[in-house]
């Protein structure tokens, strides 16, 4: 399968991407790259280093322009819209490169996207259930924190609007087992509460843990794609081969 648009569907879709092409100065990453994210599922997107995950990524909450086709947020022509109206839209983005204030406290990288007190205070109660340590730290500096510790603020800064499509950028990496399972605690929490999340790993088996459905791109396209399931582990390292 190398679309996995589910066209007839595009409209009832989280997330679709129709034909998705964008890049950087004359270099196209993303080529006519088709996909669609059901509501509330995770999907894994994997692949190769360099294939154009982050890309697509940035692409979709409109960090870089699409320079062709259509990005449908339930439903809705979204395409040309930038990063502040996709995140008032409930799309929030967990990057992979700088992405806390180191010198602000957990408090305020906390509070960055909110409008309100009221938000901060419903958005940490959300945000402590799944990692309670932030709850006893909130004035100490999150350049301060451990690594491990710092994943998890991220989410957790993702999560603080209850986003409806959460997109989060190779969270695992370097983290320790127990920190990963706590993630994928998370994950799985607010997917049952509805949560559409898309999800770029490397970590196999953290994909394996917590999808639904996986794609993996080649050269800024999806090369093959399913359900999760039990062929899904060897068709995966068939491609992630190096
Ligand atoms: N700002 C940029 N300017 C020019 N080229 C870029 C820029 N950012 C990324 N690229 C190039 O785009 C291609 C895809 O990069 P991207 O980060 O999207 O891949 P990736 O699949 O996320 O890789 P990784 O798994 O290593 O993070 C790479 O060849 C990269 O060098």
């Known amino acids: 399968m190398t679309d996995v648009l589910d066209r007839p569907a595009a409209t009832t879709a989280k997330l679709a991407l129709e034909d998705i092409t964008s890049g950087y100065g004359n270099v196209e990453i993303i080529k006519s790259l088709s996909l669609g994210v059901r509501p509330g599922e995770i999907f894994a997107l994997m692949g190769k280093n360099g294939m154009g995950k982050t890309t697509l990524l940035k692409t979709i909450v ?59 205070a419903e958005g940490l109660e959300r945000v402590y259930g799944h990692f309670p340590f932030l709850a006893d730290r909130l004035a100490q500096k999150a350049g301060t924190l451990s690594g491990g510790e710092q994943k998890m603020l991220i989410i957790a800064r993702a999560m603080m609007t209850a986003p409806k499509l959460l997109l989060i950028d190779e969270i695992s990496e370097g983290l320790q087992p127990t920190v990963i399972e706590r993630i994928a605690a998370a994950l799985r929490d607010e997917r049952a509460n509805g949560t559409t999340v898309l999800i770029v790993e490397q970590h196999l088996a953290f994909a394996l843990s917590i999808a639904d459905r996986w794609a993996v791109m080649k050269l800024g396209q999806i090369d093959d794609a399913g359900e999760i399931g039990p062929d899904t582990e060897a068709r995966m390292l068939e491609h992630l081969r190096i």
């Open 62 to 120: 409109g960090l870089l322009p699409a320079r062709r086709g259509r990005i449908l947020l339930d439903g809705a022509d979204v395409t040309k819209k930038g990063p502040k109206t996709m995140a008032d839209a409930g799309v929030a983005y967990a990057p992979q490169e700088q992405p806390l204030f180191q010198d602000l406290s957990i408090r305020d990288n906390l509070r960055l996207a909110l409008r309100s007190d009221r938000a901060l």
